[in-house]
Each structure stands twice: as C-alpha cells, then as structure tokens.
C-alpha cells in the first residue's frame, strides 16, 4: 500500500493550495481517510477525514477554510486549502483506515492503518 501526497509548497498568506493524495494497491472508496498535519515543535494535528460512506469532517479550528472530497475514479483524496495562514505552516499527511464504522469520519491518528509521507506547506506572512 502506498500513500503518495503531493501538492504541497510555498503560498503566502490569503492564498489557496489543494494538497493530493493518490492511493495504490488500496481503494479510496473502501477506506476512511484522512488528513492530519504537525507543525515545527507541535504534535500531529487532525485536519479532516471522510468516511467510507463519504461523510466528511473538518478540524472545527479549520472548517470554513478547509475542506476535503474523495475522486473515486482518479483513487485520489484532495485538501483544499484557502486562506491560509502562516500558521497552517505544517507538514500535511495522508491517511487510511478500513475498521471501525462505516459512516463515522475519524478523528484519531491511531484508527488510521497506511501513512503518506508527507508533503510540506509552507505559509509566508
């Protein structure tokens, strides 16, 4: 299983990314997943996650600039990103898990089984 996010960089302040998260030898549609990020000297922070039953769930810190959707087709998850803040300044990571409930989003890094590696974001003021 492999987790490959991309998208990330360097966006000042006000601006808009949108992070990707290709999945092989895993179907995105049969596993929740999620994104989570951790900044310089922070712990791992959840940022959003969509259920197998496509429920979504953002980071109440976040939502409102932060959303995230599912392409089946592409076996692809996206975060897009806008407004951000130099304090999004993080390394964003990917994730997937297949237990639990079904329509729940998970909020918990511990009930996600396959990491990305990570992809950095970097907001200038």
């Known amino acids: 299983v492999q987790l490959q996010a991309s998208g990330g960089g360097l966006v000042q302040a006000g601006g808009s990314l949108r992070l990707s998260c290709a999945a092989s030898d895993l179907t995105v549609g049969s596993y929740h997943m999620g994104w989570f990020r951790r900044a310089p000297g922070k712990e791992r922070e959840f940022v959003a996650a969509i259920s197998r039953s496509e429920n979504l769930r953002v980071a109440d810190v976040l939502k409102g600039r932060f959303t995230m959707s599912r392409d089946n087709a592409k076996n692809t998850v996206y975060l897009q990103m806008n407004s951000l803040k130099p304090e999004d300044t993080a390394v964003y990571y990917c994730?997937?898990?297949?237990?639990?409930?079904?329509?729940?989003?998970?909020?918990?890094?511990?009930?996600?089984?396959?990491w990305g590696q990570g992809t950095q974001v970097t907001v200038s003021s």
């Open positions: 994730a997937a898990g297949n237990s639990g409930s079904y329509y729940q989003p998970k909020m918990l890094w511990y009930d996600y089984d396959y």
